[in-house]
């Protein structure tokens, strides 16, 4: 899989077009005023892009997930706030009902969300906790004739409060289990659903143009159809769900390294100082040329772990060290490219000002830099000394 | 209703584009070979009228054998079949013969309605629509940012300077479009696995009627005779205002007989 087959390489390249031609030269003013690009979600439906890994009979495009981390990729070189909404609409709002929902669930959802005519959301984070997400659950749902009642607050959800927000599958305590444990499970709130507020916008540093929201529930009452999958599953749901999200996260984070390393090469031939572009001098050199060492390694990484995840293999390993990688690889292409840009660089009005501000929240979404590593450990049998 | 969009291959407007120093024409193994600009639109055309009245959609393109990547990119945004006018007596050929090349083409595969963009990023002529339907003896409605077809009645909008030209005809018809018309649509996953498996028919020129003596470098009414590079840009002229800025602004406009 480390070379493109031709359909890969045909989308990838079309994501590519679409991107410098379509979202580069507006993406910057959204950001700005930190609105949500309707018009650019809208044609990125019309192109199949939240439907890739959805079979065709259930609306999507038939294709896989690695074809929508290498549409994230493509999207993340030009900005994140547009390919974070595609990966949260996909990988944590459809690929959990396409996963675990029930016939009508997908009936009534997946083709919608497959066109990105709706957005799907994942509510797990609360105020008290994300990276121990169970252990500070306060959520609670208790079944009360015939209905789910939801109490409880969420933080940081992405998606989940724009005009076109379908539905919030939220994480909450459903009873306690055998073991003492609190039973979690997954129920799906539609928006508008009376009892549940969304909040205004967070102010963000970064991610300024994707929609972030804290949600509260307040004797939120839904059917109990609305119970995604089967009760007492959720955590398990969402174990699986992150694991693959890791490596979608990868390849947006991938994206973002390689913006920097674009951008950079265009600039060191433009800008001159001492009588030479700046590229002239080794010390630019070699911080481009780390640059893309790290890039093109995060690219293997995230490539190697989602060719586990579709041969069905074990990749939870992989997609730990995929998203801790390219995570970083981010982070610190964004920090020297900024440098490059010299003054420019801290201006909101180019691209890398831009990265910069992107790529501290890919160290900490979808598990922290310090989760990862825990992954890591407890992959290697170090969890249990 | 059967639907023809022409499609050009024409080398990348961002690389740098030259001429052969030994026959004078277009290098297109110098640059990436894209699909031009506005045949896109015309595509996006040709797939609303199918959407709109059903019928099928046949991409015809006169080009080299690379080209196949921009037949791939016509059929990956939705349209049907393609045609593939490729063979080595044509090259070189201008306008006119090429206008005869693709008539011919055309009354081997049959029509309703021929779409095209209004002029290649290349070439830049914008006459081979109205060469075709002279060729083919049918109306031309060129320019059009609007196409409407009711039975076999069709009529077009041409933006003009000072309103709107209607034309109207009946079919068959070649029409040109201009990139008000709509907004091309990027293709779709399934389109782009989909592509593969569209038929793309080769016709050499004996296969679609063309006499080799019209075509080609032998065959052209026009010739390159010579070329040579645009020279670099001159420096400009700033007037300063001094109070008197509206005479020098005038001045200079006067001396390179604009005004
Ligand atoms: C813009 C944005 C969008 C988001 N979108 C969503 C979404 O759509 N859905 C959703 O559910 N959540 C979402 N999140 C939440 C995100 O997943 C969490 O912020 C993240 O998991 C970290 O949780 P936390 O913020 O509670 O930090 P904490 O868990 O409180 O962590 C604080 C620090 O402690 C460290 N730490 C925690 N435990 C340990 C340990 N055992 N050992 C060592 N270090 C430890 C962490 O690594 C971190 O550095 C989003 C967040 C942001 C900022």
């Given at each position: ?129 994300g990276s121990d997400a169970a252990g ?42 055998e073991d003492g444990k609190p039973e ?107 640059m893309e060492i790290r890039t093109h ?89 | ?259």
């Amino acid at each position: 899989m480390h070379r493109l087959n031709d359909d890969y390489e045909a989308l990838r390249k079309t994501v590519e077009e679409f991107a410098r031609d379509v979202v580069a030269p507006v993406i910057g003013d959204y950001y700005e005023r930190c609105e949500f690009p309707y018009g650019i979600v809208r044609r990125m439906g019309a192109m199949g892009l939240f439907g890739l890994p959805i079979p065709e009979e259930q609306g999507g495009m038939g294709g896989d997930y690695f074809a929508l981390c290498l549409v994230l990729e493509e999207l993340a070189r030009v900005d994140s706030s547009v390919a974070i909404t595609v990966e949260a609409a996909v990988s944590l709002g459809a690929m959990p009902l396409f996963r675990f929902g029930t016939a009508e669930q997908r009936e009534r959802w997946l083709p919608k969300l497959a066109a990105g005519e709706l957005l799907g959301a994942f509510g797990l984070t609360e105020p008290g906790g994300g990276s121990d997400a169970a252990g500070g659950m306060r959520t609670t749902a208790r079944l009360e004739d015939g209905q789910w009642v939801i109490n409880g607050t969420k933080a940081f959800i992405t998606n989940a409060g724009t005009d076109i927000t379908g539905f919030v599958g939220v994480a909450a305590i459903t009873g306690t289990r055998e073991d003492g444990k609190p039973e979690i499970s997954t129920i799906l709130v539609p928006a508008g659903t009376p009892g549940f507020t969304v909040s205004k916008k967070y102010s963000k540093v970064g991610w300024s143009a994707s929609d972030t929201r804290e949600l509260s529930f307040d004797d939120c009452r839904v059917p109990e159809e609305n119970l995604l999958g089967t009760r007492g599953r959720g955590y398990a749901q969402f174990l699986q769900t992150l694991d693959e999200g890791r490596v979608a996260i990868a390849a947006l984070s991938v994206g973002l390294a390689q913006g920097c390393v674009d951008e950079s090469l265009r600039y060191v031939r433009e800008r001159e100082a001492f009588g030479h572009p700046i590229g002239h001098y080794q010390a630019i050199q070699f911080k481009i040329a780390d640059m893309e060492i790290r890039t093109h390694t995060a690219r293997l990484a995230y490539y190697h772990a989602a060719e586990k995840m579709l041969a069905g293999e074990p990749f939870k390993r992989e997609a730990a060290i995929a998203k801790l990688v390219a995570s970083n690889a981010a982070m610190d292409n964004a920090r020297e490219a900024t440098q490059i840009f010299g003054g420019y660089g801290f201006m909101n009005e180019y691209p890398v000002g831009r990265f910069y501000r992107d790529a501290k929240i890919l160290e900490i979404g979808e598990g922290t830099s310090e989760v990862q590593r825990m992954l890591i450990a407890r992959e290697l049998g170090l969890s249990s000394l | 209703m059967n639907i023809v969009v022409c499609v050009k291959q024409v080398p990348d407007t961002a690389t740098e584009r030259k001429l052969r120093s030994d026959d004078k024409t277009l290098d297109r193994d110098a640059a990436d070979g894209v699909i031009n600009e506005l045949c896109e639109y015309a595509v996006e055309e040709a797939l609303l009228l199918k959407e709109a009245h059903g019928g099928e959609v046949t991409v015809l393109t006169m080009g080299p054998s690379k080209a196949t990547d921009t037949i791939r990119k016509a059929l990956a945004m939705g349209a049907d079949k393609a045609v593939h006018l490729v063979d080595d007596a044509l090259h070189g050929s201008d306008a006119l013969s090429t206008s005869y090349a693709m008539a011919q083409t055309l009354k081997t595969i049959g029509f309703d309605v021929v779409i095209l963009g209004s002029e290649s990023t290349d070439a830049r002529t914008g006459l081979l629509a109205a060469m075709l339907a002279e060729r083919l003896g049918v109306p031309q409605l060129t320019q059009a940012n609007k196409v409407d077809i009711d039975g076999t009645a069709i009529a077009i909008q041409r933006l003009t300077d000072y309103g709107h030209d209607k034309v109207e005809a009946s079919l068959p018809a070649v029409v040109s479009v201009v990139e008000k018309i709509n907004e091309p649509r990027y293709p779709s996953f399934k389109g782009i696995m989909a592509a593969k498996k569209k038929p793309v028919q080769t016709l050499g020129i004996a296969e679609a009627g063309i006499d080799a003596s019209q075509v080609g470098l032998a065959g052209a009414w026009s010739e390159v005779v010579d070329f040579a590079a645009a020279p670099p840009r001159a420096a400009g002229t700033i007037v300063t205002d001094q109070g008197d800025g509206g005479t020098g602004a005038a001045e200079f406009l006067a001396s390179k007989k604009f005004i």
